[in-house]
Every structure is written in C-alpha cells, then in structure tokens.
C-alpha cells in the first residue's frame, strides 16, 4: 500500500500545487494511521513509507523518512483527544504534522548543504501546505478508518 501511496505522490500530486502547496498523500495517510492504530504503527509506516519517497525522489536518503517519524511521533501521542471528534483531532495533528514534516525537512537540507531560505520555503511552501493538508485530512479519515477496521479484523487487504 504504502508504495502505491508514493506512487500516486511522485506522479499525480507532485504536479498539483495551490499557491505553493502541494498534497503529501503519503503525509496525511501515515498521520491518519498513527492516530487510528497508534504509534508504534505510525512509525513503521513513516520510516518505510519515507523510504520509499526518498528512492523515488532526488533528495538526500532518508530525508523524508526522518521527516515522516516526527510527523508521526506527534500524531501518535495523545494530543487533543478531548477537542472531540477524530476528524477535528485530524486536522489539527495533520497541520502540526505537516509544520514538523516542513521544519524537519528544511533542517536536513540544511545539514546536508542545500542552501534553503528560511522565510521564502516556509511562506511559499511550508505554511500553505500545511493549511491544504489539514484541510485534506479529514477526507482521507475515512479510507484509512475503514483500512484499520479491515486489518483489525484480521481481513486482508488486496
């Protein structure tokens, strides 16, 4: 599942982009899961999840995959269970995700000496990214609820 998600990320929605946002399926799907399964799961799911991007793109190894576990350490704790609904919990932990995926993702380019400009990468494509996504998370809830109740059961997925 997790390389038809990269997939989809690498050919369809990496043209998309919304005033400098871009969809990050593969963001929202491992953010979705650490909330529904836990995060134990949402790391599996980030780390293997990230590797897969990180072959399918041109960036530094391992940089989305690190990128995707703080995504998903966030989303995995406790925050906002008594906001009340999951879909409101979603969106929140998709946008505060989506800030440490950016955050995360700006510090490793930085490290492995890409030159990155601060302002200019979180006003152009940090911050709207993280609005488009949390406002997505909410539709990709239900598809990943209805994954969780399938493999829960112990049904398997094709």
């Known amino acids: 599942m997790l390389t038809g998600v990269a997939l989809i990320q690498t050919t369809v929605l990496s043209r998309i982009d919304l005033l400098g946002a871009h969809p990050n399926l593969l963001l929202l799907v ?3 899961w650490a909330v529904v399964r836990g995060l134990d799961e949402g790391l599996v799911w980030a780390f293997v999840g990230g590797l897969i991007l990180d072959l399918l793109s041109g ?3 391992a940089a989305t995959a690190v990128a995707l576990l703080s995504a998903a350490y966030l ?3 406790s ?4 906001v009340g609904s999951v879909a409101v919990r979603v969106t929140v932990l998709a946008a505060l995700g989506a800030l440490a995926y ?3 993702l ?3 380019l930085i490290w492995t000496g890409h ?3 601060w302002g200019s990468s979180l006003a152009r ?3 709207p990214s993280v609005v488009l996504n949390a406002v997505l998370a909410p539709l990709v809830l239900q598809p990943m609820r209805w994954l969780e109740q399938v493999t829960d059961r112990g049904g398997v997925v094709v």
């Open 30 to 32: 491992v953010l979705i």
């Open 102 to 104: 950016h955050l995360v």
């Open 115 to 117: 030159g990155v400009s």
């Open 79 to 82: 925050l906002g269970e008594e």
């Open 106 to 108: 700006l510090l490793i």
């Open 125 to 127: 494509v940090g911050v």
């Open 59 to 61: 960036g530094p190894l």
């Open 75 to 77: 989303a995995g704790q």
